[in-house]
């Protein structure tokens, strides 16, 4: 596994030998390195600020010219309102059934496929993996056109089911996890099988376990993406009963209504935050996750 | 584990199909049958509302007509431009950052977090923040350029701008996934390799040059490759910010298809416009591939 809390080791052992020119050095390097970190983050950060500043101001501050950084009185009302508005609970709750179903299917799919790819032997075995390859070079909007027909004639425009059911077989996940379960050791397999386990048996209760990793790599990674898919569900989920938060988000907003861009703020705000605050939480997770799935071997 | 055709084989094999149906049958329905339906009504003129054995065989005149035709031509056009400039300027930033906080650095986890915080965050959200950011008149980005004297823009509403604003937002938010991944590159470079060069008294420079550079060219290959494919299918912070204007200055091919299939209902014409984006987005692909091999990478 990677390990990225350690930090390579370049400054410690040679400094001592090199003296004070060189420590001198170090010391500018430090400053400018830092600089442009906090310049970085200053950057990075601005629009948040900006965000949640204006999602507390009155319209006119929210139009003053020059820009009002602090509101006068907090306008803690701006946030009941984009909450009513958007009816955020309904918002909320379509959103985690749509992210927890999807990413627990593509994960059920991708870990059960990618282990008979690895382990087991079948026939069409070849053939699957290269389709399975293959599908990772389709990218979505040659499936929109089709995809639409086909949930329109299964009438599931309008419903969760027709955002859910045909994102759980991505070739991305089924490969990651073929990948990361070849690493499995065959004896231990052999070995379950020699006492009777079932083939089920020996995936449920020593594959999964051992792919811990792997699997919450492919966790975060479907998270990540369904929570904040728009495209897709923008289609399918046209009644406001059935929105997910962006595309209930997106349905608030008028670009030119600039009067009530301080509920817009608002709005943006809680719909970044239930996110932000299972980030904050889970943030090792994140990190590694991501940066496995960067990682081919 | 390979065996021979006998009991133990089919009990394996048995296993692994049951354990493969679910994916087949996925797959079958919401990809592979999809694809093979799109290039068939990818020739005829159908609005889905008809039935299709009513739709009109046009053979490759949907083809035809979308090559010749202007906008989609300044789609390509704006959607090569904008994938250009991302790439190069989210993976340059990204790689900025991976190296500033590849060493021992106070804060550095704080300073990783603020930067992944972008990433997930929602598109929306941060699109129509953005859009407030650049507005014309009220935005904070003007006021900004107000006081350091320079000469207001147009941003969104500038036929000059608007695409390389929408860009920079992109850039803004992607920047830390690459940075993450560039990290864990940086990691995976032995730390005996910067010792013995130091022994041998090599400068930062020269560290950077002969041993950074080399062992990280692999991750920068998936990076450029991942974040190609990412910006060629950029959508919806131009959906939601400019809407692919002014003037279409700022209309993306995802964008274009979208219109063509969901407001003008020319589902045959949107389907053949799907498969030249995706050839063009396979050459592309395999010429980046080619490319970085040249240039001494191992294949992927």
Known sequence: MLQLGRVVEMDSNAGAALGRTHRIGHLVKQILVHGFLIFASVLM????????????????????????????????SNFTRAWEMLDFGRLMLNSVIVTVLTSAGVIMI???????????????KNVLFVVVLSLMMVPFFMLMVPVYVIINKLGWVNSLAGVIVPEIAPGFGIFLMRQFMM??????LDA????????????WQIAMPLSRAGLTALGVFACIYHWDNFLWPSLILISPET?????????????NLFSMYNVFMAGSTLAILPMLIFFFIAQRHFIEGIAMTGIKE | MKVKRGPLYWRQASAGLLFVTPAVILITVFVLGPLVFSFYISFFRWNMLQPLSRAKFVGIGNYVRVLTDETFKAAMWNTMRFSVGMVVLTLAVALLLALALNSKIYLRGLFR????????????????????????????????????GIKQMGFLT???????????????????????????GLQTVPAQLYEAARVDGANSWQMFRKITVPMLRPTVL???????????????????????????SSLVAVLHMYDTAFSYMQMGRAASMTFILFVLIFIVTMIQVRLMQKGGVEAY
């Not at chain 1, 600020?49 to 803690?76: D, G, H, N, T």
Request: proline share 8%; net charge neutral.
């Open chain 1, 192 to 203: 379950a099988r020699i006492d009777g386990a079932s083939e089920f048996r020996i995936f």
């Open chain 2, 222 to 248: 998936l990076c450029v490759v991942v974040a190609t494919i990412e910006a060629l299918q950029v959508f919806t912070p131009v959906f939601v910010m400019t809407k692919g204007g002014p003037a279409d």
């Open chain 1, 183 to 188: 690493g499995l050791p065959d004896e231990l």
């Open chain 1, 243 to 255: 929105m997910t938060i962006p595309i209930g988000l997106h349905r608030l907003y008028q670009p």
């Open chain 2, 158 to 184: 500038s036929t000059a701008q608007s695409l390389w604003s929408v860009m920079l937002v992109n850039v803004w938010k992607r920047a830390g996934y690459y940075m993450v991944i560039f990290l864990a």
């Open chain 2, 113 to 148: 977090t603020i930067y992944f915080t972008p990433v997930v965050t929602s598109m929306v959200a941060v699109a129509i923040v953005w859009s407030y950011l650049y507005h014309p008149t009220y935005g904070l980005f003007n006021d900004i350029l107000g006081r350091l």
């Open chain 1, 110 to 124: 991708s870990s059960l496929t990618g282990y008979a790819l690895a382990k087991l032997d079948f026939p069409g």
């Open chain 1, 45 to 76: 950060l601005l629009p948040f600020v900006w965000m949640v500043l204006s999602a507390l101001k009155l319209p006119f501050e929210i139009a003053a010219r020059p820009v009002v950084w602090l509101p006068e009185v907090p306008q803690w």
